[in-house]
């Protein structure tokens, strides 16, 4: 097999890989590792040249350590405007993130946290970062950092716009004793309204992280509150 051959054959199988994730990532180098054990014995390439293969390839978008699927869209080149040179330093900043989260308002009605600590060390101690959709608008994100309606829900107690029986689950049938950090700021974010309507958010963080229930929790627990008060 010829190095463009097997190159070929190792961002299919890493394209593959990827596209069983529920969450669409993986880490590059367990990507890379998942890829030399498809491609066997056989092949001559090890991690490091597949990992640069996936870096290179504009079939894949790396940021920092995770990997997902670009959707046939190339990424841009990186400007040599000042524009370019802060959207660089941003990204140097999600690639450090453990969770990102970005909110549409800077404005929400919310139950309170029981959180009386320090809200910017503890977001600085799980590497949280959280920024408004309009990238542009400082003060809303500012905004967003300083209202009490986002402090963390650092534990199940807070929760409770969430149904009961969900956070039993949690608790009881799966042994967790608080939520993630993801968890712990996605959620104020999900659970209160902004003029009646629920809030948006993307939230970026590693694999393992608890993401999908960070996203899932609120969703399931509003479609639940629905169908009781459909029978009620």
Same mark, same amino acid.
């Given at each position: 097999?010829?190095?463009?051959?097997?190159?070929?054959?190792?961002?299919?199988?890493?394209?593959?890989?990827?596209?069983?994730? @529920?969450?669409? =990532?993986? #880490?590059?180098?367990?990507?890379?590792?998942?890829? !030399?054990?498809?491609?066997? $014995? *056989? %092949?001559? &390439?090890?991690?490091?040249?597949?990992?640069?293969?996936?870096?290179?390839?504009?079939?894949?978008?790396?940021?920092?350590?995770?990997?997902?699927?670009?959707?046939?869209?190339?990424?841009?080149?990186?400007?040599?405007?000042?524009?370019?040179?802060? @959207?660089?330093? =941003?990204? #140097?900043?999600?690639?450090?993130?453990?969770?990102? !989260?970005?909110?549409?308002? $800077? *404005? %929400?009605? &919310?139950?309170?946290?029981?959180?009386?600590?320090?809200?910017?060390?503890?977001?600085?101690?799980?590497?949280?970062?959280?920024?408004?959709?309009?990238?542009?608008?400082?003060?809303?994100?500012?905004?967003?950092?300083?209202?009490?309606?986002?402090?963390?829900?650092? =534990?199940?107690?807070?929760?409770?716009?969430?149904?009961?029986?969900?956070?039993?689950?949690?608790?009881?049938?799966?042994?967790?004793?608080?939520?993630?950090?993801?968890?712990?700021?996605?959620?104020?974010?999900?659970?209160?309204?902004?003029?009646?309507?629920?809030?948006?958010?993307?939230?970026?963080?590693?694999?393992?992280?608890?993401?999908?229930?960070?996203?899932?929790?609120?969703?399931?627990?509003?479609?639940?509150?629905?169908?009781?008060?459909?029978?009620?």
């Amino acid at each position: 097999m010829g190095a463009s051959d097997e190159t070929s054959v190792a961002l299919k199988a890493a394209k593959k890989s990827l596209k069983r994730q @529920d969450s669409g =990532s993986m #880490k590059l180098k367990a990507l890379a590792k998942v890829v !030399v054990d498809k491609m066997g $014995d *056989d %092949a001559k &390439a090890d991690v490091k040249a597949v990992k640069k293969w996936i870096a290179n390839s504009d079939k894949f978008n790396v940021d920092g350590k995770i990997v997902t699927l670009a959707n046939g869209k190339k990424r841009d080149k990186p400007s040599t405007s000042d524009e370019g040179s802060n @959207d660089k330093k =941003s990204k #140097k900043k999600m690639k450090k993130s453990n969770g990102t !989260v970005v909110s549409d308002d $800077d *404005d %929400a009605t &919310a139950a309170p946290s029981s959180f009386t600590g320090d809200v910017s060390k503890w977001r600085k101690e799980h590497k949280i970062v959280m920024k408004s959709a309009r990238d542009d608008d400082k003060k809303a994100t500012e905004s967003i950092n300083t209202t009490s309606a986002y402090h963390p829900y650092t =534990s199940f107690e807070d929760c409770k716009e969430i149904a009961s029986s969900l956070i039993q689950q949690c608790t009881k049938g799966n042994g967790f004793t608080k939520p993630s950090p993801i968890q712990a700021q996605c959620w104020p974010v999900l659970l209160h309204s902004l003029e009646g309507k629920k809030r948006d958010i993307v939230g970026i963080a590693e694999t393992g992280s608890g993401k999908t229930l960070a996203f899932a929790l609120p969703a399931l627990s509003a479609m639940y509150e629905s169908q009781k008060d459909k029978i009620s």
